[in-house]
């Protein structure tokens, strides 16, 4: 749509002059540039010149029979915003304003004063990204559209229609045996195509095109594409068939650096002989099943089962009853303290989302979910992000101390808008000092994005917010990275401390290398979730020294908030610090007293994390042992390329296997053996205690401390 000179097209609609000029003078050198001084003559240029252009910046306020919301809902009403990008020019920030504009479809915002580097680069990273959006959505189009040919060119499977009849002439074929029809896509597509290039996505698809080709042929059954990113087979009721699909197709993603959470999702429906379906209601079946674990980063294989169509039909209702609320304004923000537990006092808060629906206040669990399968979270983060400035705004305004508020992100954030870049909009609108935003990243975050992730980190440093490590513990995947992300703050989450009365050796065996490792890296931790005055005094022993949780307080309007920080003697704002300021070799850790005897008994040599992937069990991350040069420390290394069930003696791989189902079981008490490990030529018995932590995608995750016993010469 650019102009002859292969230019790219700007309309500036705006009825102040200097404010066309400036913008003009900023982007001349790039862009042509159209101006309009008011809405009715803005409205003329797009419509004449239509396939010129390439951009609308438009200004919201502008006097005539046309505003800029009149502009927008003319385009809106003839379609146009759907192959035209407008981006808003806004003097005045007001949220409401800026709601309802992206409800009309604007993209994006600019606001005073211009910054050129940012104004430029926003317009032209908004015509491109647009531009590749709607080629995506042609291919989309092309691809249904091509249902008369047979085959696709690219995967080789069969298109949708001859898919179906082909499924269809199977599942009369009684000879099969049990059969499943799997539905098959990835987990948000969208989000790939626009973080990768389309040609990525493109091979990606081809590469489950083939994967699933080459099943069929093997395990007998039928593959289909459907377009986009939908695949179907038709295989053997055989649960490894399944998995080894999902093995082959991650490694994909393993082996060219992708970020983990584009994995593919398997919807099973087991189908049922004497029900006589079509294989095209076998596909909405198995759809559905797919559905349910949309976003959701632990599984990426469901079967179906009949509840499933109620929650379904449930989710949708709720998600309509969502954005009206969005439309409404129904959704607010809570705030948390997080205090300092040796004096109480408060250091910080938590913004937290509320939906105020039908005179109730309900909490996250009700839409977060639902909100992060369709990607409408960001929405949503937005709005609290904008609420939680709003409120420091205030603070500053009436002359009180203001106190660091923090915010959370969602993974689908950082894929789908430039998070450090809003923020740093955010700040600027409301003129506060960035250092009293702060971020929360979650560790499912870190583990499914980590290069985007990573990046978001240093971008919010470089504007001047702190970033905290969200969740942390829940998700061991990352723990080795966590030195080299430059977080801030640890929050450790209150499941994996399970600060339970029945099992305060499991929690303190937990939580005492955790507080080992961040006081090496220098890293101040909080403990969320603090309940009782055990649980409190506890954590004080152990040497935290801050805390959010119900015991202290819970999360409260900002109203109760403001009044309860009112009083100066209840902060304390000189800043979070590290209670052991110089680095810990674990030498120190064990042998201070800070430690328990029981916990340098239990874990002697080793404290390792294991991640077992059926018969292949590996370590992910592990504690330097006490003396670095003895073998047992390359035996425990994270990053050897043989994994540790290689290094079990062939009669002892059975028993050790079968500990790890036993710790399965069995999870507080975890489980217990010694076993032969060869390496370095030689026989080791080692001892082995291990603990179930968590499922992550395609392998469960253990907790393991170990100690040799003697050893032997071969
Ligand atoms: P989170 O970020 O880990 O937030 C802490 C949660 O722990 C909050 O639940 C808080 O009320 C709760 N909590 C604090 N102290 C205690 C305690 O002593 N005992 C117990 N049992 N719980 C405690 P909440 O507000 O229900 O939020 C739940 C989750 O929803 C949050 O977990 C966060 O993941 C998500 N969430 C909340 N607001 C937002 C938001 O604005 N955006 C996004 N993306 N997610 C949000
Ligand atoms: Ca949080
Ligand atoms: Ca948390």
Known sequence: MSSDSGRKCVLIIDDSELNRKQLKDILKDEVDVIEAKNGDEGMNVIREKFHQLDIVLLDLIMPGKLDGFGVLSEMKREHMTDYLPVIMISTNNDPKNIEKAYDLGVLDFISRPYIERIVRRRVLTTIKLFKKQRDIANRIDRNYKADDEVRDSRTGLLYKTNFFNQADTQLRNLNLGNLWMVAVDIDHFKLFNSYYQWETGDAYIKKIGQTLLESAQRHGGVAGYLGGDDFAILCPARMDIVESLSNNLNRYLTDNSFEPSFRVNFGIYPIVASMKQSANDLYDLAAIALETIKGDYTVNISVYDPTMIQKEQDEYKRLLNIQEGIKNGEFTIYLQPKVNISTGKIIGAEALARWNHDGQVLGPNLFVPVMEKNGLISTLDKIIWDRAARFIKKQIEKQVQPIPISVNISEADIYTMDVPELFSEIIRAYDIPAGLLEAEISEATFAN???????????????????????????????????????????????????????????????????????????????????????????????????????????????????????????????????????????????????????????????????????????????????????????????????????????????????????????????????????????????????????????????????EIEDEEK
């Open 449 to 707: 994005a980590p290069a985007k992730a990573a990046d978001t980190v240093n971008r919010l440093h470089e504007i001047g917010m702190s970033v905290s490590y969200d969740d942390f513990g829940t998700g061991l995947a990352s723990i080795n990275t966590i030195e080299s992300l430059n977080i801030d703050m640890l929050k450790v989450d209150t499941s994996f401390l399970r600060l339970s009365a029945d099992a305060p050796e499991h929690s303190r065996n937990i939580l005492e290398p955790v507080l080992g490792m961040a006081q090496q890296f220098q890293l101040p931790v909080i403990i969320e979730g603090v309940e009782t005055a055990e649980q409190m005094e506890f954590l004080e022993q152990m040497g935290c020294d801050y805390a959010q949780g119900y015991y202290f307080h819970k999360p409260m309007p900002a109203e109760k908030f403001t009044k309860l920080i009112s009083n100066p003697q209840k902060l304390d704002l000189t800043g979070i610090q590290v209670s052991v300021p110089q680095s810990y070799k674990v030498r120190q850790i064990l042998d201070s007293s800070y430690i328990s005897d029981e916990v340098i008994a239990n874990i002697f040599g080793s404290l390792l994390i294991l991640n077992r992937d059926g018969e292949t069990v590996r370590v992910g991350w592990s504690l330097q042992d006490i003396d670095g040069d003895s073998e047992l420390s390359d035996l425990v290394d994270a990053s050897s390329e043989v994994p540790l069930s290689d290094m079990v003696k062939d009669t002892d791989r059975e028993a050790f296997l079968r500990l790890f189902d036993e710790a399965l079981k069995n999870r507080k008490k975890g489980a217990k053996g010694s076993f032969i490990f060869v390496f370095g030529g030689r026989q080791h018995l080692i001892r082995l205690r291990i603990f179930y932590m968590r499922n992550n995608i395609n392998e469960q995750i253990y907790y393991a401390m170990c100690d």
